[in-house]
T-cell receptor
Framework: EAGVTQFPSHSVIEKGQTVTLRCDPISGHDNLYWYRRVMGKEIKFLLHFVKESKQDESGMPNNRFLAERTGGTYSTLKVQPAELEDSGVYFC????????????FGPGTRLTVL | GNSVTQMEGPVTLSEEAFLTINCTYTATGYPSLFWYVQYPGEGLQLLLKATKADDKGSNKGFEATYRKETTSFHLEKGSVQVSDSAVYFCALRGGYQKVTFGTGTKLQVIP
């Protein structure tokens, strides 16, 4: 089966612009997660969808970040307006429903804000 | 809250050397513990895991034992190869779904 895919692989934007990242989970995975790694630090949790509902968004840094998962399939993460400190690698992961199922990670999107 | 502390890198080893990457954690309850690996240009992959105390996770010659008494999950490999060069992340998952990661340790193995 195809793995988790993310688009784009790299994005370079200027401060104040808007960027939208996309994640396509593994087919049939109800759980979708967003994480990010900033400045070579630890990978931090952003939020968790179960199907189209936000189960946990405690890691979202501020209201410049908006995540959606309409229809419970792919998800988008929009940053508007982008700031310098938003630069980093954004990972998406998905897992099957319920229980302690393994999370499968995508390759990440490297975002650079100039 | 949960946290993971792992040794800072980069770690540079010669091929066939012994590898240890230290990892300790803080968590309530009984978390599951993981090591993830990110090879250059690729995404995160689960390397191994352990779900309860004294469990040993192993894969591709790597091992880690869940030590509740020392809250540790050190990664070891007896003989590293150039192909093991990557960034290694220690992580835990508690009662909630989200995974808590350490900062990552970059390993470079030279021929």
């Amino acid at each position: 089966e195809a793995g988790v895919t993310q688009f784009p692989s790299h994005s370079v934007i200027e401060k104040g612009q808007t960027v939208t990242l996309r994640c396509d989970p593994i087919s049939g995975h109800d759980n979708l997660y967003w994480y990010r790694r900033v400045m070579g630090k630890e990978i931090k949790f952003l939020l968790h969808f179960v199907k189209e509902s936000k189960q946990d968004e405690s890691g979202m840094p501020n209201n410049r970040f908006l995540a959606e998962r309409t229809g419970g399939t792919y998800s988008t993460l929009k940053v508007q307006p982008a700031e310098l400190e938003d630069s980093g690698v954004y990972f998406c992961a998905s897992s099957r429903s319920s229980g302690h199922n393994e999370q499968f990670f995508g390759p990440g999107t490297r975002l650079t804000v100039l | 809250g949960n946290s993971v502390t792992q040794m800072e890198g980069p770690v540079t080893l010669s091929e066939e050397a012994f590898l240890t990457i230290n990892c300790t954690y803080t968590a309530t309850g009984y978390p599951s513990l993981f090591w993830y690996v990110q090879y250059p240009g690729e995404g995160l992959q689960l390397l191994l895991k352990a779900t309860k105390a004294d469990d040993k996770g192993s894969n591709k010659g790597f091992e880690a034992t869940y030590r509740k008494e020392t809250t540790s999950f050190h990664l070891e490999k007896g003989s590293v190869q150039v192909s093991d060069s990557a960034v290694y992340f220690c992580a835990l998952r508690g009662g909630y779904q989200k995974v808590t990661f350490g900062t990552g340790t970059k390993l470079q193995v030279i021929p």
